[in-house]
């Protein structure tokens, strides 16, 4: 019987005036990430050479002049080099946001997008990039998520997903201000952002998981008293949810709801607004967390992480989370293929 082949797995350098290329230089260091996946890295070759160079380490890898050549190559244990020209060292301040990096970004995440959408590519590591950058650049969305569904044509729910080891988070609204949050909840929301983590914890290769909901209000709303969105709004949704078989729990108040998480009782948690979970997450483990992008066609990850201006270039970027992010991206991407692939 032949083993299962490896999934192709696309990383990027991110943003070039940040960590990012600095990053994947220290991960695919790592002898192990080649075990895991075909890996094709694409971007500019000098922030590639940079990257090497700041990270202090040399990395081998094998050109190739297209996606299509990546999974038909032999397994040489190297990674898969594709060059686009897509940013000048000119163009580029490390440690600043640039129309020019902004732009980068976006063109070689399309064409790993592209490379997806064909059949070339399983699954997208990406290392960190600047929303303000990309928009500078021509980002027309309020985050890198919306561009991802837009451009790959998805019509139904999509949310970020924060993880941390085997604790996973989504969120009923993300980008919005807070003063925007109540409003934006609904039954249909919290049931569609329940759902979702439910189904992806499941082909991460987690049975039966065991969910939470978080409240929305302090003290979970002090049954109605101090707030009316649980009352209203988050029990039906879980009822709902109950009794069409989604075994969920909730809701419970937000501020002690991740410590029973930490104590294992949850293995993921559904949170109201962005920095509800985000503050957790980053407090239990900000050095290992990633930012999963859920509801997608292909399996979308990122050290949670940002670009990290202020130690760009000085070789002290931290690649925990990106190791956790490509270790993520192989095992959904070895379960996954898109649609027009299948």
Not at 81 to 99: C, H, N, S
Not at 115 to 131: E, T
Not at 134 to 163: I, P, R, S
Not at 213 to 221: E, R
């Amino acid at each position: 019987m032949n083993p299962q082949p490896k999934p192709v797995i696309a990383l990027t350098l991110g943003d070039p005036a940040g960590i990012g290329a600095e990053l994947i230089a220290r991960l695919l260091a790592k002898p192990e990430a080649c075990q895991r996946a075909n890996i094709v890295l694409v971007g500019d070759a000098w922030l590639w050479r940079e990257g090497q160079r700041v990270a202090g380490v040399q990395v081998a890898t094998q050109p190739v002049d297209s996606f299509e050549a990546v999974r038909a190559r032999p397994d040489t244990g190297v990674p898969a080099w594709l060059e686009r020209d897509t940013v000048r060292p000119d163009q580029v301040t490390v440690g600043q946001a640039q129309a020019a990096g902004g732009a980068s970004v976006l063109r070689v995440l399309d064409a790993c997008m592209d490379a997806a959408r064909d059949g070339h590519v399983d699954a997208i590591c990406f290392a960190p990039l600047n929303k303000f950058a990309m928009k500078l650049g021509g980002l027309a969305h309020d985050d890198e998520l919306h561009h991802f569904a837009q451009y790959l044509g998805v019509d139904g729910y999509f949310c970020e997903f924060n993880t941390l080891g085997e604790l996973w988070t989504s969120r009923v609204s993300s980008h919005i201000p807070l003063k925007d949050a109540a409003a934006a909840l609904s039954v249909d929301g919290i049931k569609a952002a329940t759902r979702l983590i439910y189904r992806s914890l499941e082909a991460n290769g987690i049975a039966a998981p065991r969910v939470a909901v978080a409240a929305f209000n302090p003290h979970g709303g002090d049954g109605g008293t101090c707030g009316r969105e649980e009352v209203d709004i988050i029990a039906p949704a879980v009822r709902q949810m109950n009794e069409e078989g989604l075994p969920v729990q909730g809701p419970f108040p937000a501020d002690t709801i991740f410590l029973r998480a930490q104590a294992g009782e949850f293995q993921a948690i559904v949170t109201m607004y962005h920095d509800q979970g985000q503050i957790a997450i980053k407090l239990l483990g900000f050095a290992r967390g990633v930012t999963v992008q859920g509801g997608l066609p292909i399996p979308i990850t990122t050290p949670a992480h940002g670009t990290a201006y202020d130690i760009a270039g000085q070789g002290r970027a931290n690649v925990e989370a990106t190791w956790q992010a490509f270790q993520i991206a192989c095992r959904m991407g070895a379960s996954h293929r898109f649609p027009s692939s299948q």
